[in-house]
């Protein structure tokens, strides 16, 4: 039924810039303060009150504009969103609306469905946080906390650009990592410091006018962005296929039930009388100021990950692993380049899969150093080490610290590839098992690597594989038998 249909997913982002004082006032912008504790005239709006931009917010969001490759408008205007809610004392919020600080740009994502795909970002304005209402703090009344009104936001706004709820969760993921490579924003979802809503429509397949949009409200989670989506977009389609229409209209998402509901009607503001907001003038940005925000970006994800497969030859998939953290990414690079430096592919898969479960496991720290792993490494490419040991001694370093090379020897684990040595343990081997030195000698060549097997055993796990393995086939071939 589903692929009769075409979803189109267009998302509108707000996130918290990570300030220490609010948008237009000095108030605390922290999270988690005693209800009512973090305001001022300014932000409760009381009368004669005057709003000040706060310069370090403008700063974050410029970057992020030219992060996302938007042009950034030397002029734009503050506009007042009016509208009556018990958590806004002024009776408006203060956006953009008209003249945005920026527009035009796009963010290149990994697409579940189509691989690298673009995403247009029609617009990037600032704009103030409402404060909160909170209805389940007192049975039957709702509480109102002020500290989060004036908290500074930037509003994201993407094109009709996503076809499936997994790509539009895919697009969310990289628009966050870019915010948090450059220290935007916390972008915590259940802190609520980036926040997402939804326009959702379907069409039949094949056609190219856009289908009537609900918005869909309340996602706070990323867990839930995806079923959300998928609620409201099959939700479309069975009020379609039913020969119904859907309605141009609100949707709240709960969690619980995972379903959707319209949001009551008083809930909603049709006309919120925009205006430019007389006490703030126009918004003029110089090109010096602009231009001193590029060069405090980082080398963001998508770069880096291009990089990645140019300089150190990884897959697209292994470089999008690596770089979704910046941590990570440095980590990855500190690795490569530390001492004598480290195989690239190798130290990928290290980090891939014995760093990154350790971290998961041990609240995303990166445990081992990253000198230690390069020389864990060389210890294994060089034949000191097996894989498997050097898992071992890669777990004992995540707890106790040290080095590879003392860390292996104290557990005991170091490989001996001294053909002397191994030829011994060879010999060994042979001797206590004439029947299967017999049945060798008969034909029976697969028998070679149960030798190797019983070398391992008798070195207890010592000797280099490959080093018995040479060993074994040498005496064979000098012998022409195993005696
Ligand atoms: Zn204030």
């Given at each position: 039924?589903?692929n009769?249909?075409?979803?189109?997913i267009?998302l509108?982002?707000?996130?918290?810039?990570?300030?220490?004082?609010?948008m237009?006032?000095g108030c605390?912008?922290?999270?988690?303060?005693?209800p009512?504790?973090?305001?001022?005239?300014?932000c409760?709006g009381?009368p004669?009150a005057?709003?000040v931009?706060?310069?370090?917010?403008?700063k974050l969001a410029?970057?992020?504009?030219?992060g996302?490759g938007?042009?950034?408008?030397p002029?734009?205007l503050f506009?007042r969103?009016n509208?009556?809610?018990p958590?806004?004392?002024?009776g408006y919020?203060?956006s953009?609306f008209?003249?945005p600080?920026a527009?035009a740009g796009s963010?290149?994502y990994?697409?579940?469905?189509?691989?690298?795909?673009t995403?247009?970002?029609v617009?990037l304005h600032?704009?103030?946080?409402a404060?909160?209402?909170?209805?389940?703090?007192f049975?039957?009344q709702?509480?109102?906390d002020?500290?989060?009104c004036g908290?500074?936001?930037?509003e994201?706004?993407?094109?009709?650009?996503?076809?499936?709820?997994h790509e539009?969760r895919?697009?969310l993921l990289?628009?966050?990592?870019?915010?948090e490579y450059?220290?935007i924003?916390?972008?915590d979802?259940e802190k609520g410091?980036?926040r997402?809503?939804?326009n959702?429509s379907v069409?039949?397949?094949?056609?190219t006018?856009l289908g009537?949009k609900t918005?869909?409200?309340n996602?706070n989670s990323f867990a839930?962005?995806?079923k959300?989506?998928?609620?409201?977009?099959?939700?479309?389609?069975?009020v379609?296929?039913?020969?119904g229409?859907?309605?141009q209209?609100t949707?709240?998402y709960?969690?619980?039930?995972?379903?959707v509901?319209?949001q009551?009607?008083k809930?909603?503001s049709h006309d919120?009388?925009?205006?430019?907001?007389?006490?703030?003038?126009p918004?003029?940005l110089?090109?010096?100021?602009?231009?001193?925000?590029?060069t405090?970006?980082p080398?963001l994800?998508?770069?880096?990950r291009?990089r990645?497969?140019e300089?150190?030859?990884?897959?697209?998939?292994?470089?999008a692993v690596l770089?979704a953290?910046r941590?990570?990414?440095d980590?990855?690079?500190t690795?490569?380049?530390?001492g004598?430096g480290?195989?690239?592919k190798?130290?990928a898969?290290?980090?891939?899969?014995?760093?990154?479960a350790?971290a998961?496991d041990?609240g995303?720290?990166l445990r081992v150093q990253?000198?230690a792993?390069?020389?864990?490494?060389?210890?294994v490419?060089?034949g000191?080490?097996?894989h498997q040991?050097?898992k071992r001694?890669?777990?004992?370093m995540?707890?106790?610290?040290g080095e590879p090379?003392?860390?292996?020897?104290?557990?005991?684990?170091t490989?001996?590839a001294?053909?002397?040595?191994v030829a011994g343990?060879?010999?060994?081997?042979?001797g206590?098992?004439p029947?299967?030195?017999?049945?060798?000698?008969k034909?029976e060549t697969?028998?070679l690597?149960?030798f190797?097997?019983?070398?391992?055993?008798?070195?207890?796990?010592?000797?280099?594989?490959k080093?018995a393995?040479r060993v074994?086939?040498?005496?064979a071939?000098?012998l022409?038998?195993?005696?």
């Amino acid at each position: 039924m589903a692929n009769r249909w075409e979803t189109v997913i267009g998302l509108e982002t707000h996130v918290q810039l990570r300030t220490v004082s609010k948008m237009f006032c000095g108030c605390s912008a922290a999270f988690g303060a005693p209800p009512n504790t973090n305001v001022c005239p300014v932000c409760l709006g009381l009368p004669g009150a005057l709003p000040v931009p706060n310069e370090l917010a403008l700063k974050l969001a410029v970057r992020a504009a030219l992060g996302l490759g938007c042009t950034v408008h030397p002029r734009s205007l503050f506009a007042r969103k009016n509208y009556f809610y018990p958590d806004l004392p002024k009776g408006y919020q203060i956006s953009q609306f008209e003249q945005p600080l920026a527009t035009a740009g796009s963010l290149s994502y990994l697409s579940p469905d189509q691989g690298i795909a673009t995403a247009t970002i029609v617009r990037l304005h600032v704009e103030e946080d409402a404060g909160k209402s909170l209805h389940d703090r007192f049975p039957k009344q709702t509480a109102i906390d002020l500290n989060r009104c004036g908290v500074p936001l930037i509003e994201i706004v993407t094109g009709p650009d996503f076809r499936s709820p997994h790509e539009a969760r895919a697009y969310l993921l990289t628009l966050k990592q870019v915010l948090e490579y450059a220290a935007i924003s916390e972008c915590d979802m259940e802190k609520g410091s980036l926040r997402v809503d939804a326009n959702v429509s379907v069409r039949r397949a094949g056609e190219t006018a856009l289908g009537t949009k609900t918005e869909v409200k309340n996602i706070n989670s990323f867990a839930f962005v995806e079923k959300a989506l998928t609620v409201e977009r099959d939700r479309q389609i069975a009020v379609l296929e039913a020969g119904g229409t859907v309605a141009q209209q609100t949707m709240l998402y709960d969690s619980k039930t995972n379903s959707v509901r319209p949001q009551r009607s008083k809930e909603e503001s049709h006309d919120y009388r925009y205006f430019p907001d007389p006490d703030l003038p126009p918004l003029m940005l110089s090109e010096e100021f602009v231009a001193e925000q590029q060069t405090q970006l980082p080398e963001l994800p998508a770069k880096k990950r291009e990089r990645f497969v140019e300089k150190y030859g990884l897959s697209v998939t292994d470089a999008a692993v690596l770089t979704a953290e910046r941590a990570v990414a440095d980590y990855y690079e500190t690795v490569v380049h530390a001492g004598s430096g480290a195989d690239a592919k190798l130290a990928a898969n290290w980090v891939m899969t014995e760093v990154l479960a350790d971290a998961k496991d041990h609240g995303e720290r990166l445990r081992v150093q990253p000198g230690a792993l390069a020389g864990l490494i060389s210890l294994v490419r060089g034949g000191t080490l097996s894989h498997q040991a050097a898992k071992r001694v890669f777990s004992e370093m995540a707890e106790h610290g040290g080095e590879p090379r003392n860390v292996a020897e104290a557990l005991g684990l170091t490989q001996v590839a001294d053909t002397g040595v191994v030829a011994g343990w060879v010999s060994e081997v042979l001797g206590a098992h004439p029947t299967e030195v017999e049945r060798y000698r008969k034909g029976e060549t697969k028998l070679l690597q149960f030798f190797v097997g019983q070398v391992m055993k008798v070195s207890r796990g010592k000797a280099d594989p490959k080093l018995a393995q040479r060993v074994l086939e040498e005496r064979a071939r000098s012998l022409g038998d195993l005696k």
